[in-house]
């Protein structure tokens, strides 16, 4: 079975301090991990993906930090702003070739920054 | 904007009818997915077409049929609507060369009553 458990469902996090999510995967074959951010009533928007040959990916506040032997990543969001208010969904993907992914994701965490 | 486009942004129905959501892809993708998301739950995948034949198949029910049609766009159906149906019906497409994920639309939001 294909899955992808993430937590925590839902996170409060005081302005300027550090959101942490984290997500499980059991498929080796996975072979990219992206997360997504999505705001209310609109669509999932690409944040930051890896890819296993590396252990941490840094954007900006946004880190993925990758465990390849646990099989386990995480975002990490610095400085978290209330702007960053979203809902965060992990995913993990095998690429089968000419532009085909099969994305499995995460049940998504809400996180909310307060101020 | 991610440069995939969905209509109708919402729909409200009736239970038993049939509804059709459209998607157009972004410029130059051939690849279009389509998501269910219903109230707090995740992103369930439900069909993919690549370049206008089925790629893969996710948690589709049978009342629901896919397409992508010449042009690349993508309709998705849903006939025999359930109350459980109401939901919001992600699209997105994907690059040729890869690398950069999936891109999504903004959704259709399907209410039925």
């Known amino acids: 079975q294909q899955q992808v458990k993430q937590s925590p469902q839902s996170l409060i996090v005081q302005k300027g301090g550090i959101s942490i999510i984290n997500c499980a995967y059991e498929?080796?074959?996975?072979?990219?991990f992206p997360w997504y951010q999505q705001f209310p009533g609109k669509g999932p928007a690409l944040l930051i993906a890896?890819?296993?040959?590396?252990s941490e990916k840094k954007e900006g506040r946004f880190t993925i930090s990758f465990n390849k032997s646990a099989k386990q990543f995480s975002l990490h969001i610095m400085d978290s702003q209330p702007g960053d208010s979203a809902t965060y969904f992990c995913?993990?993907?095998?690429?089968?070739?000419?532009?085909?992914?099969?994305?499995?994701f995460g049940k998504g965490t809400k996180l909310s920054v307060i101020p | 904007d991610s440069g995939v486009t969905q209509t109708p942004k919402h729909l409200i129905t009736a239970t038993g009818q049939r509804v059709t959501l459209r998607c157009s892809p972004r410029?130059?993708?051939?690849?279009v997915y389509w998501y269910q998301q219903s109230l707090d739950q995740g992103l369930q995948f439900l069909i993919q077409?690549?370049?206008?034949?089925?790629?893969a198949k996710g948690n589709i029910l049978e009342r629901f049929s896919a397409q992508q049609f010449p042009d690349l766009h993508s309709e998705l159906n849903l006939s025999s609507l359930e109350l459980g149906d109401s939901a919001l019906y992600f699209c997105?497409?994907?690059?040729?060369?890869?690398?950069?994920?999936?891109?999504f639309g903004e959704g259709s939001r399907l209410t039925v009553l």
């Open positions: 498929n080796t074959a996975f072979d990219y």
């Open positions: 997105a497409s994907s690059a040729l060369t890869g690398g950069a994920g999936l891109f």
């Open positions: 890896i890819r296993p040959d590396v």
């Open positions: 995913a993990a993907s095998s690429y089968s070739g000419a532009g085909s992914y099969q994305l499995t």
């Open positions: 077409y690549y370049n206008g034949e089925e790629r």
């Open positions: 410029s130059g993708d051939l690849s």
